[in-house]
């Protein structure tokens, strides 16, 4: 009885590393829809790129024609960044670009971390070919899943400088607490291993975080800062979470201090 029971609990267990190996990509990524109504309110800022056959959908958000700063937007695991086109009137700056996630809104592919990765470095180079972009003007900008799109762009482009909201250290540390009785870095096809790509960053880097965040620990925030480096500056905000950091009255103020002096 002791050898079927334990050969009974091996076969559970070896199923649930199938199963997680195989659901994993429903498990991470949350690609959301596009809403109608809201993607034809902002459709004079529609852009789009074609290639390898795919289409990176996004916008080009035109503000102040005096300033000479141009931010990149990269949003978070079920964000649909159109809504950029509202948020950012609050950032000085000459425009804002920002692109779906390949599987997100218009833009087509299927999301992993390669495509996401990759995705970021042809919007980049096609960006500075079509407007003439001088990287010193570029701040990349990553919120929670897009903060390691970001960070990986930053660590193979020039930039001006990294702002990170939400950041994290990889999913495979948030996993592996989650899940401690599996394999992780076996199973897991999308690590996101964002403190690999900051320790090459050279640029100033701005992390804002919220104290209160329910989804991203504090260790892995700290993880993630300890390796930054000498050019970071860490903000914690209290009393807002993962998805209401934007409400602090701080936010913005430290987003625009931020970009005034790179």
Request: hydrophobic residues 40%.
């Amino acid at each position: 009885m002791m050898t079927n029971l334990i050969l009974f609990l091996a076969v559970i267990y070896l199923f649930s590393c199938t199963a997680l190996y195989v659901l994993q990509d429903k498990l991470i990524f949350f690609p959301p829809q596009p809403v109608k109504n809201i993607y034809h309110s902002v459709s004079k800022n529609e852009i789009e790129f074609s290639i390898n056959n795919e289409t990176l959908h996004g916008w080009k958000i035109d503000l102040n024609a005096a300033n000479n700063k141009t931010i990149l937007y990269f949003g978070g695991n079920a964000e649909d960044v159109v809504y950029l086109n509202h948020e950012a009137k609050e950032f000085n700056v000459r425009q804002s670009f920002a692109f779906n996630h390949p599987g997100y809104g218009k833009s087509t592919g299927k999301p992993s971390q390669i495509s996401l990765y990759n995705n970021a470095l042809h919007i980049y180079d096609l960006l500075v070919k079509k407007y003439q972009l001088s990287s010193n003007n570029i701040i990349v900008v990553g919120r929670s899943l897009g903060s390691s799109v970001a960070t990986y762009l930053a660590a193979n482009r020039e930039v001006a400088g990294l702002i990170l909201i939400t950041p994290f250290d990889s999913i495979e540390n948030i996993v592996s607490k989650q899940y401690k009785f599996f394999p992780v870095k076996l199973l897991l096809k999308h690590p996101f291993s964002t403190i690999d790509y900051i320790r090459k960053v050279k640029n100033p880097v701005l992390m804002l975080a919220a104290q209160e965040d329910e989804i991203i620990a504090d260790e892995n925030l700290q993880n993630l800062r300890k390796v930054a480096g000498k050019q970071n500056r860490l903000i914690q905000y209290s009393n807002v979470g993962h998805n209401t950091i934007q409400t602090h009255n701080s936010y913005y103020e430290e987003i625009n201090e931020f970009i005034g002096s790179l």
